[in-house]
Every structure is written in C-alpha cells, then in structure tokens.
C-alpha cells in the first residue's frame, strides 16, 4: 500500500515537472553545418517556434553567440553588444515575427569557424523602460565550414555539336551566399544566356547559366570556359573544348552528277532523234529508187 502511494505521489510530481516545463515551449532549428567561402557572404537559415503564440518582433530579441560563451556575440540588436571582429559583419536577415532567426555574416573571415548559436530573449516594456524578461530556449548552434577556394563551377555539354544548329551548355556552382549570388560568365559574346538561382536546402543555393549559341565551323576544337566570380571577388573556373561536327557540302558531288545525268539524257535524245531522221531518208531512198538501190546493194554483195 505504502509503496503505490509512493509511486502515486512520485508521478503526479512528475507529471507537474513535465506540464511546468512543456508549457510554453521554444525551438530552434538551425543548420548544423554550413559551408562559407572567406571574403564572401554566408546565410545561416535558421527559424524557431513558441508554443505560447505569435509573438510581434517588438517583444523579441534574437542574439548570436559563440558556443563557448553567451557574452561572446555576434550579432545583437545593439551593436556595442557585438564583439569587435564581428561589428557591421553580421545582419539578421530573417523577420523574428515570422518566427525567422535567419543570420547573414559578410566579408567572412578564415576564423569565422564558429559554432554559433542563436537564443532569444522576450523582451517585455512596461512604460517605454525597457526591461526584460528572459526566456529562452535550448540554444541551437551552427558550425561553419571554411572554403578558402572557391568550388569550381560544373559544366554540362553535349558531347559533339553540329555546325549551324543551336547548341546549349550549362554551367553552375553551389554557394551559400544568396543574398549576393556569384556571377557567371561565359569567353564568348553575342549570346542567349538564361540565368536560374535555385535554393537546394539546408543553405546551399545553386546558381545556373545556360548558354544557348550556334556553332560554326571555326569554332571546332575552341575552348569553352565558364567562369564563377563570387562576392567578394574569388573566382574559379571550368572549360571544355569544342568539337564542331561539320555539316557535309555535297555539291562536289551533285553538281557533276546533275551534268553527266544531263549529258547523257541529251546524247541520248540526239540518237534517237537521227536515227529517225535517217530511218526516213533510208525509207525514202528505197521507195523513191528501188532499183538503184538493188543494185548497190546487189554490187555490195559481190
Ligand atoms: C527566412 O528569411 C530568409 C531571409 O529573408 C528567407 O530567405 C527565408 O526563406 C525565410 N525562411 C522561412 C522559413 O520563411
Ligand atoms: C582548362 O581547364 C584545364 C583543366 O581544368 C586547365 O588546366 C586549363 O588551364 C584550362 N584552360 C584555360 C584556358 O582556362
């Protein structure tokens, strides 16, 4: 008996530890890892959720900090907050009222490795004095990965081209700067290109070009290159060489064959042609002269 009471009372605690802390619940969900170029820009996608409602932005604080302190931020609404290697590098770029804890970290340095991690205040004002009451969540971090080169863009291409008919080569790169995407470009001009930027998840963005041009004879075995050049100014680049298959000019054939073909209809036609002319004169003789021409012929004989 005394051992169910126990349990019971065991329980009930527990179930009132659990409904305390469940009650208004925050979570975050952050990228784990993420590649950043250096000199470039990174976005760190990041959004979280409050199980007591909506909450204005006004009444939010969302900081960034370096995992190995909460003091060490590096980003914060009031930027003497901000550790000085991190002053006017970092934005947040997502709205916290849309639940979007979204950070941008600019000219990213080699050291920026982080992990990072966002926690957020509710913030309360009572009279415009702002004091604030702090709940925040179980942090959720990032680690960055540092890309000292750039990736090299990937060239699609079909194997051979054939002159005078369009041609269309793909090049694209991965990056995870889009709100300044790497800039594509092609070493031929006067071209249909058409640019797509497309988001591949977990904050990896991908940035395509595809050129569209019509080949030429000259243009076989010239070298194609697609160059990315990245915020910041890296630039890497791939290039592939060109086979043109040559579209056969038939006309050293057709041409002598059309005039032997003609030739030859014509010497033909001249033959019949005489030889009704002289089936008649034949004819004519015969019946005009028979005797005459018995005895040529007869004189033939002998
Ligand atoms: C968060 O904000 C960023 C930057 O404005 C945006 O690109 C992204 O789509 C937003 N995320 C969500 C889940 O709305
Ligand atoms: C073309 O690519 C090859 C290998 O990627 C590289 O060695 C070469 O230098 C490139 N050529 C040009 C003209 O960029």
Known sequence: MDKQ??????????????????????????VK????????C??????????????P???????????????????HEDPTQIKDNFKDRTKLVGELGQNNCTLEITEVKDHDNGPFCFRVELVRRENNDPTKDMFSFVEDCVELKMLTQPPKPAVINLKTATQGEPYTVTCSVIHTCPSNVPKLTWNLDSTKVIV?????????WETQSILTFIPEEKDDNSEITC???FNGGLKSSENFTLRVKRVENYNHIIIPSVVGIGSTVAFVLV?????KKYKKRIEELQSRDGSMWNRLSRMSHR
């Open 5 to 30: 009471k126990i349990m019971m009372e065991f329980c009930l605690l527990f179930a009132a530890i659990c409904s305390s802390v469940s009650s208004d619940e925050w979570k975050a969900n952050v």
């Open 33 to 40: 890892s993420i590649d950043a170029l250096v000199t470039s």
């Open 57 to 75: 932005s006004s009444k939010l604080r969302g900081i960034w900090h370096e995992k190995d302190g909460t003091k060490k931020i590096i980003y």
């Open 227 to 229: 160059t990315a050049e």
């Open 42 to 55: 990174v976005v760190v996608p990041c959004s979280f959720s409050y199980t007591g409602g909506n909450l």
């Open 196 to 204: 797509h930027h497309k988001d591949i998840k977990h904050g990896n």
């Open 271 to 275: 033959c019949i042609f005489m030889t």
